[in-house]
């Protein structure tokens, strides 16, 4: 079974592939579970028979059919493609968030910090991306849907989640009346027990005062902001279709690092996008060295086919692209690396992960910082480590027995 963005966009494409014997399109990913299981579903079935069987389904799927059976001809495609299926509806027929319950039964050996995804789609129309095509617009899980989910993770047993999203910081905008991303994360506080939340990616303009006073004075909030950037420039940015000037997103890094001087702030970074010269690279460098990032995720420009920047004329060579990536990950390294040296001797509370390595324990910190612990420790366990040395992109500790102090519920 093939599934996700790329299902939605070129079903038939997958569905040409050998060993592929189902398409699911993001309209129907809620529903793979139900589709590998069910008989109605396997090839063996006539095609005349499939159609009508998923079309009886859709058709009693509120979310899909909430405007009426009249017009949901257009809705769906259910086709039999030597030999796969493919089912794939219209993405922006979706006026909710549709998601598979959260798999709360999952062994805390193989999943330490589960994500919990509380909104899908976007609104931007980004020049050189797709997901809006693919995801459909922006909307959020239901507030008591969340906490729900957040209280079935916590029975199981998990003490940090991660709240993930197309763009997270739009959740409760599809509502009426309108909620907020902070409302949400200050819910989750006030009506659940977990006892660390990590807040994903969320764009510059959504960072808000309130969200960022929020996320800085509870110690149940991990200290980490991943903000998205993509270029320094303010002419690349302009032709990108983002929504805020290099100025607007400085003030924001600076708010935040002001609040929280030992937080995690991170960006994903775009080299290579079409029109960026020399020199408005060179801007784009500048300006991220002059800003407190810790680390950087930083992509290459690949032309997506439908969007507006694959037909932009100056193309920027691939050899060239890929330098630019090379010199912004040496920069991002250099500023991690400074990151790690100003904690060693002091003491951080970290959670163990999944797997054991050959020389010790992974661990992460409450600032995004990777934790080697010697020795073997069982995981999902908060420890409190002092810090003696650095390695390669990590941090090596000692555990220390004394309880936690910073968190509190």
């Known amino acids: 079974m093939v599934t996700g963005c790329y299902a939605q966009r070129a079903p038939q494409e997958i569905a040409s592939l050998p060993g592929v014997t189902w398409v699911v399109g993001n309209s129907h990913k809620h529903r793979v579970a139900e589709i590998a299981a069910s008989a109605e579903f396997h090839p063996e079935i006539q095609a005349q028979s499939f159609e009508a069987a998923s079309i009886s389904h859709a058709l009693g799927d509120p979310a899909i059919n909430e405007r009426g059976p009249q017009n949901f001809v257009s809705l769906e495609t259910v086709a039999l ?30 999943k330490t910090r589960p994500n919990l995804k509380v909104q899908d789609g976007c609104d931007n129309r980004c020049s050189f991306c797709i997901i809006p095509s693919v995801r459909g617009q922006s909307r959020s899980m239901k507030l008591d849907r969340v906490l729900e989910e957040a209280n079935a993770l916590v029975a199981a047993g998990y003490r940090e989640i991660v709240l993930s999203g197309i763009n997270l910081g739009r959740w409760g905008r599809d509502f009426q009346p309108q909620q907020r991303f902070e409302e949400l994360v200050r819910a989750l506080l006030e009506h659940t027990g977990i006892e660390k939340i990590r807040i994903s990616s969320v ?17 149940r909030i991990a200290k980490h902001a991943h903000v998205p950037l993509q270029s320094g420039s303010d002419r690349i940015l302009r032709r990108m279709h983002r929504k805020y000037r290099p100025w607007h997103y400085a003030e924001k890094i600076r708010k935040i690092h002001e609040a929280m001087p030992n937080a995690a702030i991170g960006a994903d970074v775009m080299v290579g996008f079409p029109g960026e010269t020399d020199e408005l690279f060179e801007e784009s460098r500048s300006f991220i060295e002059h800003l407190p990032f810790t680390y950087l995720h930083v992509f290459t420009y690949s032309s997506r086919p439908g969007t507006p920047s694959a037909a932009m004329p100056d193309q920027v060579p691939v050899h060239v692209a890929r330098e630019r990536n090379r ?83």
């Open 203 to 219: 764009e510059p303009m959504d960072w808000s005062d309130d969200l960022i006073a929020l996320v800085a004075g509870s110690p």
């Open 81 to 110: 493609s030597a030999p796969a299926f493919t089912l794939v509806g219209d993405i922006f027929a979706h006026t909710e968030l549709i998601a598979a319950p959260v798999f709360a039964g999952d062994s805390i050996a193989e």
């Open 327 to 409: 010199v912004l990950r040496e920069l991002a390294a250099e500023k991690n690396l400074g990151f790690r040296k100003t904690f060693i001797g002091q003491s951080l509370d970290v959670i163990t992960l999944q797997a054991s390595i050959k020389n010790g324990t992974e661990a992460l910190s409450d600032n995004y910082l990777k934790i080697t612990i010697p020795g073997h420790h069982q995981p999902n366990q908060w420890k409190t480590v002092q810090i003696e040395s650095i390695g390669a992109e990590n941090l090596i500790a000692q555990a220390n027995e004394a309880p936690l102090s910073s968190l509190t519920i």
